[in-house]
């Protein structure tokens, strides 16, 4: 079961904008930034993501629900800033994982420990360096 609803309102008011400092350069962070569907507004969303192959993974520590995977999905893109770079990234794919083998092991154990067994998997977008 991933991380409750309550919890994640309580980390977009307080914790997301400070992890929003730092996330688009530490290890295991990014910040994707992706349109609202409806409020067409750009939002910017910390993660935690972690390279696979030539594409990336998103660990969806909140569920395959959260509004920002809608709003990639529905988009088929979206932009991330992880270790100074930024990446444009397409045709997001929901992965159920209960192995949680698409993450390197230490993040495995924390994941299994909060429940987290769905990941957005994301490539390049064309032309978009790697």
């Not at 409806?38 to 990336?56: D, K, Q």
Request: aromatic fraction near 6%; charge should be positive; hydrophobic fraction near 45%.
């Amino acid at each position: 079961m991933p991380i409750p609803g309550a919890v994640a309102r309580l980390n977009l008011i307080l914790t997301n904008p400070i992890l929003r400092h730092v996330a688009w350069w530490a290890p295991g962070f990014a910040i994707v930034t992706h349109t609202g569907r409806t409020s067409g507004r750009v939002r910017r969303t910390p993660v935690n993501i972690f390279a696979r192959g030539r594409g990336y993974v998103i660990a969806l520590t909140y569920g395959r629900d959260s509004e920002w995977v809608k709003n990639v999905q529905a988009a088929g893109e979206c932009v991330v800033e992880t270790r100074g770079r930024r990446i444009r990234l397409a045709r997001p794919e929901l992965v159920h994982d209960p192995s949680r083998r698409m993450v390197p092991w230490p993040i495995r154990l924390i994941l299994r420990l909060i429940g987290v067994t769905d990941f957005l998997a994301l490539e390049p977008a064309a032309g978009a360096p790697r």
